[in-house]
Every structure is written in structure tokens, then in C-alpha cells.
């Protein structure tokens, strides 16, 4: 027999984050993180379940030897890679292209397929790989299952997902809209319905993921019809680091007027804009705590009207994509947690049916919650995501042959 747990990996471009769930009884024998990889030094923490945080820093060069000192953390409690209860590993891939619609069994010619995918996903699938060949080369007697940010928005239909370019070198450069967070979009939207009391394919929702990276998504009876992020993840929505949209041409001017090369404005949009470009801050937290007083309230201010001021175009855009709207619903970090964001998101929109009931917004809950007053005509919900729980029930349905469906 075969075990119940599937180790979850999710590899950034300078950290792996990873929990150990247990699908049998959804414990989470063991969570933990390793940030600032090749850097000076790394910082490593490891939770297990009922057991004291172990933290540490030191030096760890690459995703290989992060992936080990993951191995030996588990390894330490009994849980290791050869522990026979451990049935996949399920790992969070980024950019899967339109061939991959749905999780999959990692073999040569998927990383093959990964790998191909490298140039429209220059900062994301690199990591990944690195994770899934460390992951391969540490535990070949696992199945290896890949959960794409993509695989939820391939239902979008072409006329969305489509930029109006040329269409000869759209195709040969596969330049087109794909959206990001999918995992989180499929499971936030499917626990709204739920918070509804409705099942998926009876409810349209807007789900606003506002996390480090932040994207916006329609989703019309259960499946993603429009979402902001778009070839990669930098466009749409005001993010930590990341510019959201922008006019195009300001990638030609800065080449021309600022003699900027091309790498200098991937990085400028990517990890100096968004909230860090406009105030100095990428934490929102920050933000928010600057915004009350002090010399330089006006620029964290200005930070958070642009956050905000993104938000309710895409709320806006979306309720016009989606005709009837059921719910709006804030999910990931900033969403979970930012009352004054989500206030801030539908004030004024009473026209198009969106208020919050200002003492539901202000409670802190764990489980998805209604913040609407409670005859709105359209709820306004915080869901908290869960993308490990999702990858996990994926991988685990995949190699146990269980094809469930719908939830
Ligand atoms: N209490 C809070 N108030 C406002 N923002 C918060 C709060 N807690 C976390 N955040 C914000 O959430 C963001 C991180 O979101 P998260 O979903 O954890 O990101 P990631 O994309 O890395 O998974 C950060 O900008 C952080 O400031
Ligand atoms: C795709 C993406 O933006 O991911 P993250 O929010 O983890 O950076
Ligand atoms: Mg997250």
C-alpha cells in the first residue's frame, strides 16, 4: 500500500517553500521555507507539527542544496524522502504553455516541455526545474507531479487571451495572455461557491489574489474567462515589486531617452516598481503603518491610491466581462489581511451592487468569511487561499488514480 502524504514544493528564483501534507486526515506533519538561496547566507526554517520552529542561517548555493538540507530537516523527524508513507511529490510550476491543461506526471519529455517554456517564463521556470531535477535525482522512486499557474486559465476564450499583434509572429513567439495564480484563482473560487452555498457552475466570481505577486481573474460558472497577468506575471495589477500594466512604449523610451538595455527595464519592471517603486516599501504592511504620519506619508500614500486605484478598474472590467457578478473575493496576503484595501477596493461601487459591512471587513477570522452587509446583492468575501492544499490534492488524486472532479 501506498502512503497518504505528498511533500508540496514551490520554487522561487531565490527560495523553496514546501509543507508535507498528510491527505489521509489534511494534517501538515511539517512546513518550512529557505529563503535568499545563493546569496551570502540563506536563512532556513522548519515547523514541525507540534514541535518548535527550528530557524538557522548559513550559506546554501543553489535549489540542490536547498532541496538536501529540506531532505535532512524531514529526515530528522522521522519523515524523510524513502519514508514509505510519502506517496508524490507535487510540484508548483509557473508557466505551462496551452499544452498543459491539467496536472501532470513528471517524466524526461515533460522537463523537456518545462524547459521549453523558459523563454516566456525567464524568472519563474528555471527555479522549478531546478527544484523537479533535484527532486528527481533525491527520490527516483517517487512519482513527481506537476501543478501549473497556468492550467486554470486555458479556458479563456481567444479573444481574451489574444494581444492585437501581428499574428504571424504572436504565433511563431507564442505571445499571448496565459495568466498566473491559477491554482489559487480554481481553489478560491470553488471555496466562494461553497461560502455561497452554490456550486461553481452556478455562480460567476471575481477573485482578487493580492499577494507578492497580484492578479485579478473573471470566472464565469467554474471556469477562468479573463485574467490580468498575461504573458508573464508582470502585467495587470500594482504588485509588490512589479508595475502592473504599463503603456509599452515606455519600455521604447526608456531604451531611447534613458539609453536603458533591455535586461535594465526587465528589472526596473519587475523588482523595482509596483509599491517598492512608488514609495521605497514592497511590503504592504509598510505602507499601510507610513501612511498614518511621519515625513514621507505622502509617498506611501500615493503608493496605495495607484494599489487601489488598479483594483477597481479590473473589478470594474471584470463585472463588464462577466455580465452578472455573484461575488468578489480577496484572497492571498494582502487580501487576507489588508481590511483598508478591501474597503478602499468597492467604496463607491454601490451602483454595481459592492459594499462592505465595515465590522465584518474589521474582524479577523481563519476560514472564508462574507464581508458584504447581509442583504447586498453581491457578496464580498475574504476566502484565504491555500495553493499547497490544491498542488497537494491534485498530485495525490493523479498517482492514486482518483479522478474526483469537482469538490
Ligand atoms: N496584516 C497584513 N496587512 C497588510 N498586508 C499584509 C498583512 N500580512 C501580509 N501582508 C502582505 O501580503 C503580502 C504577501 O502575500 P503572500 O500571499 O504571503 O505572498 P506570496 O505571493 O509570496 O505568497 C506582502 O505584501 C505583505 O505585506
Ligand atoms: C506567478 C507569480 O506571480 O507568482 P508569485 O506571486 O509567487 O510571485
Ligand atoms: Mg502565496
Known amino acids: 500500500m ?7 514544493l514551490n520554487s522561487g528564483s531565490s527560495s523553496v517553500k514546501y509543507q508535507l501534507l498528510d491527505m489521509a486526515d489534511a494534517s501538515r506533519p511539517a512546513v518550512g521555507l529557505i529563503e535568499r538561496i545563493g546569496e551570502r547566507t540563506s536563512y532556513l526554517r522548519h515547523v514541525p507539527a507540534g514541535g518548535p520552529p527550528r530557524e538557522r542561517e548559513e550559506p546554501v548555493a ?3 542544496t536547498a532541496l538536501k538540507a529540506v531532505a535532512e530537516e524531514l529526515a530528522r523527524d522521522g519523515l524523510g524522502l524513502d519514508s514509505p508513507e510519502l506517496a508524490a511529490i507535487g510540484h508548483r510550476v509557473v508557466h505551462g504553455g496551452r499544452r498543459f491543461t491539467e496536472p501532470t506526471v513528471i517524466d524526461d519529455a515533460v522537463v523537456a516541455e518545462i524547459e521549453r517554456l523558459v523563454p516566456v517564463a525567464p524568472l519563474h521556470n528555471p527555479a522549478n526545474l531546478a527544484g523537479i531535477r533535484t527532486a528527481r535525482a533525491l527520490a527516483p522512486h517517487l512519482p513527481q507531479v506537476a501543478v501549473f499557474d497556468t492550467s486554470f486559465h486555458t479556458t479563456i476564450p481567444e479573444y481574451a487571451a489574444r494581444y492585437a499583434i501581428d499574428t504571424a509572429v504572436a504565433d511563431e513567439h507564442r505571445v499571448r495572455r496565459y495568466g498566473f495564480h491559477g491554482t489559487s484563482h480554481a481553489y478560491v473560487s470553488r471555496r466562494a461557491a461553497e461560502l455561497l452555498g452554490r456550486k461553481p457552475s452556478e455562480v460567476n466570481v471575481i477573485v482578487l489574489h493580492l499577494g507578492n505577486g497580484a492578479s485579478a ?4 460558472r467554474g471556469r477562468c474567462v479573463d485574467t490580468s497577468m498575461g504573458l508573464t506575471p508582470l502585467e495587470g495589477l500594482v504588485m509588490g515589486t512589479r508595475s502592473g500594466d504599463v503603456d509599452p512604449a515606455v519600455v521604447f523610451h526608456l531604451a531611447r531617452v534613458a539609453g536603458m538595455s533591455v535586461g535594465e527595464i526587465d528589472v526596473l519592471l519587475n523588482k523595482r516598481s509596483g509599491l517598492l517603486g512608488l514609495c521605497g516599501d514592497n ?4 505602507v499601510l503603518r507610513r501612511m498614518e504620519s511621519g515625513p514621507d506619508a505622502g509617498a506611501a500614500r500615493l503608493a496605495f491610491d495607484v494599489y487601489v486605484h488598479r483594483l477597481r478598474k479590473y473589478i470594474g472590467a471584470y463585472y463588464a466581462v462577466l455580465g452578472r457578478v455573484d461575488a468578489v473575493v480577496f484572497t492571498a496576503g494582502v487580501g487576507e489581511n489588508a481590511a483598508s484595501v478591501r474597503e478602499a477596493a468597492v467604496t463607491g461601487l454601490e451602483g454595481l451592487g459592492l459594499a462592505v459591512d465595515p465590522e465584518r471587513n474589521a474582524a479577523r477570522g481563519g476560514g472564508p ?3 458584504s452587509p447581509p442583504a ?3 457578496a464580498v468575501a475574504v476566502v484565504p487561499t491555500d495553493e499547497e492544499l490544491e ?6 488524486a493523479l498517482v492514486t488514480g482518483r479522478t474526483d472532479g469537482e469538490t
Open 283 to 286: 511590503d504592504m504592511r509598510e
Open 376 to 378: 447586498a446583492r453581491v
Open 217 to 220: 481573474s473573471a470566472v464565469a
Open 391 to 396: 498542488i497537494a490534492t491534485q498530485t495525490y
Open 369 to 371: 468569511r462574507l464581508i
Open 2 to 8: 501506498r502512503g497518504t502524504r505528498v511533500l508540496v
Open 62 to 64: 543553489d535549489h540542490g
